[in-house]
């Protein structure tokens, strides 16, 4: 079992960056791909963006491409989305998981952080 918890959600206006990190326990995070997800109200939860076990590929939803990074930290069990050039429309309930499937990392999930952005 892999628990995840997320940190670095919050209020920012357009235009603004925020940095979310999610810690994982256990000695086998980096064993693992590493992804963010975001559910936004009345919304399904949808991909944001993946990292692979060892950080050498990295895949994003096309909604954040060139505005959002994933980068980890195994030495940290850590996993990190860099946000910038925040919009109204990534608001949302942002989770962080991991799984052994790459194109989507979906096995353990974290309890979600939320990022609201105003206009």
């Known amino acids: 079992q892999v628990q995840l918890v997320e940190s670095g959600g919050g209020l920012v206006q357009a235009g603004g960056s925020l940095r979310l990190s999610c810690a994982a326990n256990?000695?086998?995070?980096?064993?693992?791909?590493m992804g963010w997800f975001r559910q936004a109200p009345g919304k399904e939860r949808i991909f944001v963006a993946s990292i692979s076990k060892y950080g050498y590929t990295t895949r994003y939803a096309d909604s954040v491409k060139g505005r959002f990074t994933i980068s980890r930290d195994n030495a940290k069990n850590t996993v990190f989305l860099q946000m910038n050039g925040l919009k109204p429309e990534d608001t949302a309930v942002y989770y962080c998981?991991?799984?052994?499937?790459?194109?989507?990392?979906?096995?353990?999930w974290g309890q979600g952080t939320q990022v609201t952005v105003s206009s």
């Open positions: 256990g000695r086998t995070f980096g064993t693992y791909a």
């Open positions: 998981a991991c799984g052994t499937n790459y194109l989507r990392p979906d096995d353990y």
